[in-house]
């Protein structure tokens, strides 16, 4: 993997990105843009199925109205997001935030995988029954812990104070970040 | 209130004690700018949803006035987040904003943003629910705040 960003790093468009001096703080400020439309919207979704908000309109006639939103945002959320990733891909790569962001985006999208396929069966029940089983609710609640979670690590990534070039960090620091440590290097110079 | 005694008030604030303790600590602005981000968001989707409305995008079979009053009780509370976590990282870099024009068009914007808000668009939905002015309203607060938060962002590259 280390190898495989050392090389993207290396390609045309990802040095012309890095050292853009506006294209990046423009695809930046995008990111930022799409995750309070993705972010924003699923914000809602998830607080209808826990009856907090648009209680009057239907499940299935909210999640009609506004997850294609969510899913717009989503889409562009990601490209932009992979943009930024292509500029720095090694940085990126050893970042233990990105790192935590990458795990704790795969544990949301299987919380809404096993959202969606428990809603397509049942959402018609739902919307007559006006009770919502309570397993649902608790996915809504985890899915916008989960979600607030991986914008505040994709946040920290930018600032990164276990970065590999700010050494000595602790070895299980080293070692979750795959940081590779001239270790001989820092003994020579605590030798001085 | 003449320029240089902006930029002593701005010394002032940069000088604060919270302004300080943040400038001191590794972890301290980063984590308040995440949560500030989180703010940004549950306001940002009050925005989308109110103003997508006006502009009869989506939920058609809502009234426009229902959908605000859904969304603005999420549109105070992120902004209560924005402010609350807004203020102590101004502090910590207030002389920076001031030579920042990112961080006036951002404030100038906000200022126009919530009199819009609370002034006009709020009350106007409320009261006309389906005028032909409406969606102008949601396009009208959906770009004032779409530059909030992009010369927001643009602070942090200045």
């Known amino acids: 993997m280390l190898d495989f960003a050392e090389w993207l790093a290396t390609t045309q468009w990802s040095i012309a990105l890095h050292e853009s001096l506006y294209l990046y703080p423009w695809i930046e400020s995008s990111h930022v843009l799409f995750i309070c439309l993705f972010f924003g919207t699923l914000i809602f ?5 826990t009856g907090k908000v648009f209680t009057n309109l239907s499940i299935s006639r909210m999640n009609k109205g506004i997850l294609p939103l969510t899913i717009v945002g989503f889409c562009l959320m990601s490209l932009t997001g992979l943009l930024l990733f292509y500029a720095i891909p090694v940085r990126n790569y050893q970042n233990i935030f990105f790192r935590i962001k990458i795990f704790l985006i795969l544990l949301a999208g299987l919380n809404a995988l096993f959202f969606h396929k428990r809603m397509s069966k ?21 899915s916008l812990f989960t979600w607030s979670l991986v914008i505040i690590s994709g946040r920290l990534i930018a600032y990164n104070w276990f970065d590999c070039d700010r050494q000595p960090q602790s070895e299980w620091i080293n070692f979750l970040t795959s940081c590779v440590v001239e270790y001989q290097l820092y003994e020579e110079i605590d030798g001085i | 209130m003449e320029s240089n005694q902006i930029i002593e008030l701005f010394y002032f604030f940069e000088d604060s004690f919270i302004g300080q303790y943040i400038r001191g600590s590794t972890w301290l602005f980063p984590i308040i700018e995440s949560f500030h981000l989180l703010g940004l968001a549950v306001l940002g989707g009050s925005v989308v949803l109110g103003d997508f409305r006006l502009m009869g995008f989506i939920l058609k079979t809502a009234s426009t006035g229902y959908v605000v009053k859904q969304t603005r009780t999420w549109f105070k509370l992120g902004f209560c987040l924005l402010v609350l976590t807004g203020v102590p990282l101004f502090l910590s870099e ?19 943003g919530i009199a819009f808000t609370f002034l006009v668009r709020n009350p106007l939905v409320l009261k006309n629910q389906e005028g032909k002015l409406i969606p102008l309203l949601g396009f009208s607060s959906f770009s004032l705040w779409t530059v909030v938060a992009a010369s927001g962002r643009w602070i942090g590259f200045s």
């Open chain 1, 45 to 49: 979704v998830d607080l209808r199925l």
């Open chain 1, 122 to 142: 049942e959402a018609k029940k739902w919307d007559t029954d006006s009770l919502i089983p309570n397993r649902m609710k608790v996915s809504a609640v985890a």
């Open chain 2, 94 to 112: 207030a002389v920076k904003c001031y030579y920042s024009r990112a961080f006036w068009i951002k404030m100038i914007c906000l200022v126009i």
